[in-house]
């Protein structure tokens, strides 16, 4: 079940609330803050999967686990930001900014059975409204992706589906190739 906060609150109070950075992730929209459940064991090991998998392909960007991305009114929690390197901003020592205050080029969230599919798909379509440049929602119980991109209609992935990447990423990967990785072979 997703907990949230009644209380109509900005975003500079959410920002403030002590709770949004121990324990699983908080998210703010429409003025009240969210979480986020806690991730089950398929969903973690497609996240892992898909981190390894799109850096191992792309030297211009790097996929993010879990970052908060504070923009235009919301602050959400993508399962996986894809961030091209030179859009991180860096302090005076070369280091990244704690703060990530943009839409990521690409949001990837995995369904977990608690989760309300609109909610995911209302954050998905907000950060392509604010400069994402693709969106996915994995949803490990249909084995199925459903892609989001600007002036696009949606489109669901299954089986031997190519699904779409960002250009400058060069990896090719199949609905059936993503959810095969939740085939565990006993050692």
């Known amino acids: 079940m997703t907990a949230s906060l009644t209380q109509i609150l900005t975003i500079e109070e959410f920002l403030k ?3 949004i950075e121990e324990s699983s992730a908080w998210e703010y929209v429409d003025g009240v803050a969210m979480q986020k459940p806690m991730p089950k ?3 973690s090991i497609l996240q892992k999967r898909l981190l390894i998998e799109i850096d191992r392909h792309s030297e211009l960007y790097t996929a993010l ?3 908060r991305c504070t923009f235009a009114g ?8 894809v961030i091209a390197w030179n859009r991180i901003q860096t302090n005076e020592v070369g280091e990244p900014e704690d703060n990530f205050i943009a839409a990521p080029d690409w949001s990837i969230e995995i369904l977990s059975p608690e989760q309300k599919v609109n909610r995911v798909i209302d954050n998905l379509l907000h950060c ?8 996915w929602m994995l949803d490990p119980d249909d084995y199925s992706v459903l892609i989001f991109a600007p002036k696009q209609e949606p489109n669901v992935c299954r089986g031997g589906c190519q699904l779409q990447v960002l ?14 990785w939740l085939k565990i072979e006993k050692r």
């Open 17 to 19: 609330l002590p709770q």
């Open 41 to 43: 064991t398929r969903q």
């Open 74 to 81: 919301r602050s959400i929690v993508p399962d996986i930001a």
């Open 128 to 135: 392509l409204k604010h400069g994402c440049r693709l969106g």
């Open 167 to 180: 250009e400058e990423i060069h990896l090719e990967l199949t609905a059936e190739q993503v959810f095969a």
């Open 65 to 67: 686990p879990e970052l």
